[in-house]
Each structure stands twice: as structure tokens, then as C-alpha cells.
């Protein structure tokens, strides 16, 4: 099963993703994880995505689609996978399709998590994530056992830079712009499906798993 995650950032497509590459043991995908894998490790493409992250733009094209294509052609992925985060633009999108043309495969489903702009301000600011594995939570609606500790490997919690206010204005402008129209895009090619992202987490995984089982 190959599956696109659609959504403004903070829709809940990580947590989704996360919780269905479990479900179907299939590798989640998400280059949003990449590119801060890349920053903590000092690398060139970390250095480089950096600088448009913290200014909540989106990384440039020639610097994500190759990274996403080399990684779907690994063995791993060959039962599938769930891309988190990506495509975010349509150059993207036809970047992956061409590749997925050239492997004689496509994308299943392209799911799409609706949350209006005001809910999203309310779960950035929330958000939290481990320096050590990447988990997220939410202060209110997914919160730790411990506070400001991850449940998972023990380390500390931090809020993202670029989830703090000033920031997320900007990634929900650019999410307007230059995402939002993969809707029409995925629609046009029949495999979109929307859910209601505003529901809680284990209602919307429900909704999910309903679309892709049915
Ligand atoms: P995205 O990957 O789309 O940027 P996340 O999955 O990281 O979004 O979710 C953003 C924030 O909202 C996180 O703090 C997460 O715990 C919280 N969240 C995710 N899904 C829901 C939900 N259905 N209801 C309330 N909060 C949610
Ligand atoms: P995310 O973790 O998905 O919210 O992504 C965090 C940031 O990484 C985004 O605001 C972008 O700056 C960058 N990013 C992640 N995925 C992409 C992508 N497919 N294209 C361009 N930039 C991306």
C-alpha cells in the first residue's frame, strides 16, 4: 500500500502516519524528519534545508525530490510506504510520479487530513517533540506520563523553532499556496480520500484505516 499524507503542518499527518506504518508495517516516510535528521548530524543538506526551515518556507524541489525517490526505491519499501510531508508542491508531486511511472508502480491513496487554520495555531504551539527519537506529542491532547519527557526513549522534549507562532503564520501561508493545490491534483488522478482531521487521533486513525480498508 502506498500512501501520501495530505494536510496543513500540524494536521496530524505524522501522528496518522506514524500510527499506520505501524498498523501495516510499512515505513514511514517524512523528509520534515529527514531534513532535521540531516541538521542534527551537520550535514551539507542539513545546513542547507536549515535555512528555509527556520524561516518556515519550504525546502527547494531539486533538494527533496531526489532524496525521497532514492529512498522509495529501497527494499523496504517495496510492500509500501506512507509519505509524511511530501509532496508539498506540484513539481514535487510530478517529480514522484515520473518516478513511479519509470518503476511501473503508483500511489494508492493520497489522504488528506482537513483542519482549519484555527485549530492548527492551537496544535503547533503544543507540539512537542524528542531530541532523541522524534516522537511527538501534544501538551493537552497527546501529552507524556512525565512532563517535558519522552515516553518512548526517556530524553527531553522541545518545541520546534519553527512551530513557534511567527513561524507557523508562515508555513500556513506557504501550505496555502503551494500545497493545498495537490488536493485538485490527487482528486484529478482519483485516489484522494479526505477525513475529518479535527476529531481525536484514534477517531481520524479509525476514518483512515475505513478509506484504506474498504
Ligand atoms: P503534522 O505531521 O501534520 O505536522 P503532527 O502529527 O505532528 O502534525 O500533529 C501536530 C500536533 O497536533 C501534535 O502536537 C500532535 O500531538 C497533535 N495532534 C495530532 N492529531 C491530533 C488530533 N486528532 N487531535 C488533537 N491533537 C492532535
Ligand atoms: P514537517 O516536519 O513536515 O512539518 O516539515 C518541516 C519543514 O521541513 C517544512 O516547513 C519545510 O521547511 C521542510 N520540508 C519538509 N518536507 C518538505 C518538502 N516536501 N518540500 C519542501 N520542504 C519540506
Given at each position: 500500500?502506498?500512501?501520501?499524507?495530505?494536510?496543513?503542518?500540524?494536521?496530524?499527518?505524522?501522528?496518522?502516519?506514524?500510527?499506520?506504518?505501524?498498523?501495516?508495517?510499512?515505513?514511514?516516510?517524512?523528509?520534515?524528519?529527514?531534513?532535521?535528521?540531516?541538521?542534527?548530524?551537520?550535514?551539507?543538506?542539513?545546513?542547507?534545508?536549515?535555512?528555509?526551515?527556520?524561516?518556515?518556507?519550504?525546502?527547494?524541489?531539486?533538494?527533496?525530490?531526489?532524496?525521497?525517490?532514492?529512498?522509495?526505491?529501497?527494499?523496504?519499501?517495496?510492500?509500501?510506504?506512507?509519505?509524511?510531508?511530501?509532496?508539498?508542491?506540484?513539481?514535487?508531486?510530478?517529480?514522484?510520479?515520473?518516478?513511479?511511472?519509470?518503476?511501473?508502480?503508483?500511489?494508492?491513496?493520497?489522504?488528506?487530513?482537513?483542519?482549519?487554520?484555527?485549530?492548527?495555531?492551537?496544535?503547533?504551539?503544543?507540539?512537542?517533540?524528542?531530541?532523541?527519537?522524534?516522537?511527538?506529542?501534544?501538551?493537552?491532547?497527546?501529552?507524556?506520563?512525565?512532563?517535558?519527557?519522552?515516553?518512548?526513549?526517556?530524553?527531553?522534549?522541545?518545541?520546534?523553532?519553527?512551530?513557534?507562532?511567527?513561524?507557523?503564520?508562515?508555513?500556513?501561508?506557504?501550505?496555502h499556496?503551494?500545497t493545498q493545490p495537490?488536493?485538485?491534483?490527487?482528486?484529478?488522478?482519483?485516489?484522494?480520500?479526505?477525513?475529518?482531521?479535527?476529531?481525536?487521533?484514534?477517531?481520524?486513525?479509525?476514518?483512515?484505516?475505513?478509506?484504506?480498508?474498504?
Open positions: 500500500m502506498k500512501i501520501i499524507m495530505l494536510g496543513a503542518p500540524g494536521a496530524g499527518k505524522g501522528t496518522q502516519a506514524k500510527m499506520l506504518a505501524d498498523k501495516y508495517d510499512i515505513p514511514h516516510i517524512s523528509t520534515g524528519d529527514i531534513f532535521r535528521a540531516n541538521i542534527k548530524n551537520g550535514t551539507e543538506l542539513g545546513t542547507k534545508a536549515k535555512e528555509y526551515m527556520d524561516k518556515g518556507l519550504l525546502v527547494p524541489d531539486e533538494l527533496t525530490c531526489d532524496l525521497v525517490v532514492d529512498r522509495i526505491k529501497q527494499d523496504d519499501c517495496a510492500k509500501g510506504y506512507i509519505l509524511d510531508g511530501f509532496p508539498r508542491t506540484i513539481p514535487q508531486a510530478e517529480c514522484l510520479d515520473n518516478a513511479l511511472n519509470a518503476m511501473n508502480d503508483k500511489i494508492d491513496y493520497a489522504v488528506n487530513v482537513d483542519v482549519p487554520d484555527e485549530n492548527i495555531i492551537k496544535r503547533m504551539s503544543g507540539r512537542r517533540a524528542c531530541v532523541g527519537c522524534g516522537a511527538t506529542y501534544h501538551i493537552v491532547y497527546n501529552p507524556t506520563k512525565e512532563e517535558g519527557i519522552c515516553d518512548r526513549c526517556g530524553k527531553e522534549l522541545i518545541l520546534r523553532d519553527d512551530d513557534k507562532p511567527e513561524t507557523v503564520e508562515n508555513r500556513l501561508n506557504v501550505y499556496e503551494q495537490l488536493i485538485d491534483y490527487y482528486n484529478n488522478k482519483g485516489v484522494l480520500q479526505e477525513v475529518d482531521g479535527t476529531k481525536d487521533m484514534q477517531e481520524v486513525f479509525d476514518a483512515i484505516v475505513a478509506v484504506l480498508e474498504a
